[in-house]
């Protein structure tokens, strides 16, 4: 790595050693100051006019749709009225005029700069260059660069990284105190530390520290060393400041369909690992559970509206004819390798409709994945329904933005001074689908993995592992698990404890823990089998929803969690089947945990064994006094 040197400016940059290193300081620039830096070697399009870039950037969007459509209407009057197209009126030549110079502005501002980035990092031994800021820094020279005279222009904060060497110290120095301050005060935004700062962790000891210091309270006992903070950078978490602690046991080994697993289990509930251990063993015990993937279709449901309730119907019936199918599915698998289209269900509600697509997704949980594949199938619906309004979308984006929206997205997230603009393109969910919400359509139609499984507990088993007996069972999960629950309208709910099992096993795994709402959606059947000898018991979950990438599973902690069950990562050879194998050891965790809590209930056990595993044995009369 090069060593940075630069001329040091008045008030520009501070000087400090470590080992005898030199190290650029980040120094806050306000307004007045920028008189003080050197001007820029060139112009760039953005310094067009003394307007601020978010508006200048409008401007000549604006102009160079408008005039581009002006051109285009009069062209085609001239083909209709067969005029030679080189004859040409003054309006014309100077709509010619302003689409060139609104192009050039353009390229010259999501273009050029993007050249130059690659350009600078191939050449190391001549610039530096600051991904974040879009900053360049000359090896032997100062001031600033042309990649750097926006940053110059705009920014009232201007923040420098430190290009070599990388900072190492974990704990805030007496460095970071202006960031502080400029936190608390507001001059500074708290979700722009890392791309302003550089360094993931020390962004968030810096937010922390402001936060204590702005609502008064210690943060004492929340960690923060130990954790990667770049791995959820842009993916899993914002304005980090630390991190929670969840415990993690293994229950296991589970025997299902032939094969074991030791499945990690993230709780803070007592008794809770230990239970579904025993069930495991129960299970074991008995030969072993048997799984059935009955559904793998991942859900998303737009709502678009019409005029009339008339049209609405006609796009149901559009939509729903088999005769459409293949080429809507077309349009919807272009989006993704893995997305496929199933099938498109609609209902009407007067004059909107809700239509809800069904996908498999591969080894991802895939909503992202519908997501996109249903734009697609909107944008080629809009050519036959034009008056189809698309709620959630933000106007009716042209073919240009949405192609380059992500593109555009990234660029102005790093230049337009903390600002963001984005062309919303993706329709939002109506709600139909329906997702981390108890919803009857999913209990019924089901979503992601549908998944039934089932076990024959062997009567000694019964009575030696989960000391009770079968009758007892029998009865007491038609009282509760079916009868009770129906007494309380649950919607999916006919089970003891489903949704412990599931948000411990997501937590531990990576999946979204808010999802355990539907993915709790389970109804758990005991029989006696075998003239009364053996007890027959299944959980049917219609909705399993997990991935083996993307999200938090590919954090250390869940990853290891999902290598542990061997299920880490996509499958190469047979694309989801990990994720399939992963709802399956779900709904196998699920059972033992509901054998061995209705064996408990039964035998009089649970509030024994709650008082002895989870509760606190310090005397708290003592710690109260």
């Known amino acids: ?155 009232p904060v201007s923040r420098e990284r430190v290009v070599a060497p990388t900072i190492q110290e974990p704990f805030l120095s007496g460095d970071d105190e202006e960031v502080i301050k400029g936190v608390v005060s507001g001059t500074i935004p ?39 903070y770049e791995s959820i950078l842009g993916q899993c978490c914002e304005m980090p400041v630390g991190f929670v602690q969840i415990p993690v046991g293994i229950a296991g080994p589970l025997l299902l369909n032939g094969t074991e697993y030791m499945v990690p289990i993230a709780t803070t509930e007592g008794c809770l690992v230990a239970s579904t251990n025993r069930g495991c063993k129960a299970i074991y015990a008995s030969g072993g559970a048997s799984s059935m993937l009955l559904k793998d279709a991942m859900t998303r449901a737009p709502v678009v509206r019409f005029g009339t309730a008339k049209r609405a119907a006609e796009l149901k019936f559009f939509v729903e004819d088999p005769a459409n199918f293949d080429t809507l599915s077309v349009a919807f698998n272009r989006s993704s390798r893995f997305g496929r289209l199933q099938n498109i269900k609609c209902a009407v509600a007067g004059k909107n409709l809700y239509m809800r697509f069904s996908c498999s997704t591969g080894d991802a949980m895939g909503m992202n994945m519908v997501s996109k594949g249903v734009q697609n199938v909107l944008d080629y619906l809009q050519t036959d329904f034009p008056d189809m309004d698309i709620i959630g979308i933000s106007g009716k984006p042209s073919a240009v933005l949405h192609n380059f929206h992500f593109w555009i997205h990234y660029r102005l997230m790093y230049t337009v001074n903390d600002s963001v603009f984005s062309i919303c393109i993706l329709s939002s969910s109506g709600n139909f689908c329906s997702d981390k919400k108890p919803a009857a359509v999913n209990w019924i139609e089901g979503r992601g993995k549908s998944v039934v499984c089932e076990a024959i507990i062997k009567e000694e088993v019964v009575q030696k592992v989960l000391k009770t007996n079968i009758d007892t069972l029998v009865e007491l999960n038609m009282l509760k698990n079916l009868a009770g629950s129906a007494m309380a309208g649950a919607l999916g709910g006919f089970n003891a404890h489903a949704s412990n099992i599931v948000t411990a096993v997501y937590i531990a795994t990576g999946q979204d823990p808010a999802q355990n709402v539907e993915s709790s959606h389970c109804i758990t059947m005991m029989e006696a089998v075998n003239d009364g000898k053996d007890l027959h018991i299944s959980v049917t979950m219609p909705s399993i929803e997990v991935g083996t990438v993307g999200g938090g599973t590919q954090l250390a902690s869940q990853s290891a969690c999902l290598n542990l069950l061997g299920v880490k990562g996509a499958s190469k050879e047979s694309p989801g089947s990990n994720s399939r194998l992963l709802a399956a050891i779900v709904a196998g965790s699920v059972l033992a945990g509901e054998l061995s809590l209705m064996s408990a209930i039964a035998a009089g056990q649970l509030v024994k064994s709650h008082m002895k595993y989870n509760r606190s044995s310090k005397d708290v009369s003592k710690i109260a006094s």
Request: aromatic content about 10%; overall charge neutral; glycine content about 8%.
């Open 1 to 155: 790595m090069h060593e940075v040197r630069r001329r040091p400016a008045k008030s520009d940059v501070s000087m400090d050693t470590h080992a005898g290193e030199l190290t650029l300081k980040p120094y806050h620039r306000h307004h007045h100051d920028h008189r003080d830096l050197q001007p820029p070697t060139s112009v760039k399009a953005s310094d067009a006019l003394p307007l601020p870039l978010y508006l200048t950037n409008g401007l000549f969007f604006g102009i160079f749709f408008s005039v581009a459509y002006f051109l285009l209407h009069r062209w085609r009057e001239k083909i209709r009225n067969s005029t030679p197209l080189h004859i040409i009126t003054f309006p014309e030549i100077a709509g010619v005029v302003c689409l060139a110079a609104s192009f050039i502005y353009l390229l010259g501002f999501f273009g050029i700069g993007v050249v130059q980035s690659f350009i600078s990092r191939g050449s190391q031994d001549s610039w530096d260059v600051e991904e974040d800021n879009n900053v360049m820094i000359k090896k032997n020279g100062g001031g600033c660069t042309p990649a750097e005279s926006l940053a110059c222009t705009l920014a």
């Open 190 to 228: 708290s979700y722009s530390l890392e791309s302003k700062i550089g360094d993931c962790k020390r962004a968030a000891a810096i937010r922390r520290e402001a936060l204590q210091r702005m609502t008064g309270r210690s943060m004492e006992g929340l960690p923060l060393e130990g954790f990667d």
